[in-house]
């Protein structure tokens, strides 16, 4: 009798925990599929870059560092797997090298970045997603340089544009189905055009302008994550 009832507990027991895991599952993927489906009706996207906060409280500067820039990414959905984005950033960088014996060199440089272009998404699982397309940009520096030469004092002005396309791939990770942080790599493809002028301020018959212009191709591996919300 005692083996019986101890039997009969034993499925009871067994019997309770099933009704309790069935019921915490169903909840559970209900509410993933609430969310998901909460998701796939959310048409756009806006974050940031989070390695320009980094770069600006970085407390040393070395001009072999590019100008940090602040981008603001907008997404929309135009079909559940299509989407077309637009970035747009700035930056701006002011240093000064002090000389005991000699004026100081300044430099200042103001960056202007754009992007405009689609990306095809692929969902791994619920978590990750793979993303590849295109951009058209257009880059914009002006850079302006003032130091010191014996006597002489040489400002140089320059102004680099370029354009070209961009293609893309980066991956997603969906934190929650609002909150997503990206990474990507981009071969940039670019016609550039750039303007040097050199003035001296004591002898101006030595003032110069140099013009280049050309075709340029360059591979960015993952260099920077962005912290998306969708909206």
């Known amino acids: 009798m005692y083996i019986r009832a101890m039997w009969c507990m034993f499925k009871k027991t067994i019997l309770l925990f099933c009704k309790v895991g069935f019921f915490h599952s169903t909840v559970l993927a209900h509410t993933f599929h609430s969310d998901s489906t909460e998701s796939s009706l959310l048409k756009f996207e806006a974050g940031f870059d989070m390695f320009f906060f980094l770069n600006v409280f970085r407390r040393t500067y070395s001009p072999e560092i590019e100008t940090p820039i602040f981008s603001l990414t907008i997404i929309h959905h135009l079909e559940p ?16 090298i002090q000389n005991n014996s000699l004026p100081s060199n300044s430099s200042n440089t103001t960056s202007y970045r754009f992007r405009l272009g689609l990306e095809k998404e692929v969902f791994c699982n619920k978590r990750w997603m793979f993303f590849y ?16 030469s014996g006597s002489e004092i040489i400002t140089d002005n320059q102004n680099n ?71």
């Open 81 to 96: 797997e299509i989407e077309m984005r637009v970035i747009a950033g700035m930056g701006k960088l002011d240093y000064t």
């Open 133 to 148: 397309g295109a951009d058209m940009f257009f880059n914009k520096d002006i850079i302006q340089t003032i130091q010191p």
């Open 161 to 231: 544009t370029s354009y070209g396309i961009v293609p893309l791939a980066g991956v997603k990770y969906f934190i929650t189905p609002r909150i997503i942080l990206s990474t990507e790599m981009d071969f940039y493809m670019s016609y550039f055009y750039n303007l040097d002028n050199s003035s001296y301020k004591i002898n101006p018959k030595e003032n110069s302008a140099l013009l280049s212009h050309g075709f340029n191709t360059s591979f960015f591996p993952p260099n920077d994550i962005n912290l998306l919300f969708k909206f």
